[in-house]
């Protein structure tokens, strides 16, 4: 009896032993390495001065062991223009983080970049070390610098160059009487809500084909790239006469904003002239129109805003040739073009609204809307009138205001709306439907039309 009690002692004893050392097992720390979300981390290019966005990666421990990092280290130091942060600790320097078997942990990246005195951007690297198990691993990180001419409430004039781009935060302002002009290829970008303000004064954007002048938002990582809203708009005040030729204006939130007209100085004469340029994914407007401004615009293309391609508040003018005025913004709820002539209990006229062998499109059944007041029925008040245009109205219109062999609600088949490609394809029912009187010499594309039959839009194809 004895020796069986001994027996069952000894087995008991060996079975907590290998309880004891199986739980050990479990619980130990691997000698595994670490994976990584990235092997490198790329930002695009940044502003010297301007910090970045935060990018982030994850580490990962893919054994079913807890894992100690003994070490986690910015290569760079406190000299590196970057700065990390793991799992909400900040710091160049880390000892001693564990990762529990089959988890992760995320890690944070930011960079600042000092003026580097070159026009071209550079790449500037940097790394992360991590030692685990006295092993070392290592995760890039790279970024694009530029260099740039910064205007910060600032009042500006003469010649904007295409060495540098041009980084306004809150205003750059052209005052009154004074003349800026911007050269081909530059680059504007404007911090959020930034605005180029033209005071009284001149704007000249002198951009050309296939070296247009860009205006976007400040911010140039790809998640960026089509959100609109990041900057205000080009806000053009009593202006004098001014002029916009090849350009690119994106992602604002009124793409060009005119107020009212310099009576004193500009009576007969446009405040803005805009050729060959494309105004697209602006939060509200793509133009807007507010107490009596006068705009002129040929081969332009409008498109993908939130609210309205064109927008008229409290009268205007607008002479508008050979442009396509669409829809397509991200909401998809409102017409194109929006007229509203009284705001605040103030109504004003219309001096002369024409819209000539255009393209007024989009999504929507019907892609202009009214909201026009005539108390006095002054028959001078809304001078309205669209002239063999491409237009789309849920219920086709017999007013006067449409003119001269109007195409209703026929889709000019655009290449590629969802890309934002608006030349029609070469079958477009648009083909050849433009009216030689009002016709341009040359498309957005510097094409020489068929001035027999002009194709309606801004391109000819």
């Not at 990092?69 to 970057?82: A, H, K, R, T, Y």
Request: proline share 4%; aromatic share 12%.
């Amino acid at each position: 009896m004895k020796s069986f009690i001994q027996y069952i002692s000894i087995i008991f004893s060996i079975t907590l032993l290998s309880s004891f050392y199986g739980c050990k097992k479990q619980t130990g720390f691997s000698k595994g390495n670490l994976e990584f979300s990235v092997d490198t981390l790329v930002f695009d290019t940044v502003f010297t001065t301007v910090g970045s966005t935060t990018q982030q990666f994850k580490i990962y421990n893919r054994e079913n062991k807890n894992v100690i990092i003994e070490e986690i280290e910015l290569v760079g130091g406190e000299n590196s223009p970057f700065r990390i942060n793991i799992d909400g600790i900040s710091g160049d320097k880390h000892t001693n983080i564990e990762i529990l078997a089959e988890d992760s942990l995320f890690a944070f990246v930011e960079v600042t970049l000092s003026v580097n005195g070159q026009n071209s951007p550079l790449v500037i690297e940097d790394s992360i070390r991590f030692r685990t198990n006295g092993k070392d691993q290592y995760l890039r990180l790279a970024v694009w610098g530029q260099d740039a001419y910064f205007y910060y409430d600032t009042f500006v004039e003469g010649t904007w160059g295409n060495d540098k781009p041009h980084v306004i935060y809150n205003r750059a302002i052209i005052d009154s009487a004074k003349t800026l002009n911007i050269q081909p290829d530059t680059k504007v970008y404007l911090h959020k809500n930034s605005i180029l303000f033209v005071y009284k004064g001149t704007l000249n954007v002198k951009g050309t084909k296939d070296h247009e002048v860009v205006f976007q938002g400040d911010r140039l990582e790809q998640f960026y790239k089509d959100i609109a809203g990041q900057w205000y708009g080009i806000y053009f005040f009593k202006s004098l006469p001014s002029t916009v030729d090849y350009a690119i204006i994106k992602n604002g939130t009124a793409g060009l904003h005119l107020t009212a007209n310099n009576d004193a100085n500009l009576p007969n004469e446009f405040n803005v002239i805009v050729t060959n340029t494309k105004i697209s994914n602006n939060s509200s407007y793509g133009v807007f129109l507010y107490d009596s401004p006068k705009i002129k615009m040929e081969n332009c293309i409008v498109s993908k805003n939130g609210i309205h391609a064109l927008f008229l508040l409290r009268g205007g003018s607008y002479d508008i040739n050979h442009s396509d005025l669409l829809g397509y913004g991200s909401s998809g709820q409102t017409p194109a073009i929006g007229i509203r002539n009284y705001y605040n209990g103030i109504a004003s006229g219309i001096g002369f609204g024409e819209i000539k062998n255009s393209i007024i499109y989009g999504s929507q059944t019907s892609e202009i809307a009214f909201d026009t007041v005539n108390p006095e029925n002054d028959p001078t008040l809304l001078n309205i009138a669209f002239k063999r245009c491409l237009i789309k109205l849920e219920t086709p219109s017999s007013n006067e205001m449409y003119q001269d062999q109007i195409t209703w609600n026929t889709d000019p088949i655009f290449t590629n709306v969802s890309e934002g490609n608006f030349k029609p394809v070469v079958s477009s029912p648009i083909n050849g439907l433009g009216n030689p009187l009002y016709s341009l010499p040359f498309d957005i594309e510097g094409n020489p039309r068929d001035m027999a039959n002009p194709d309606l839009g801004a391109y000819e194809f």
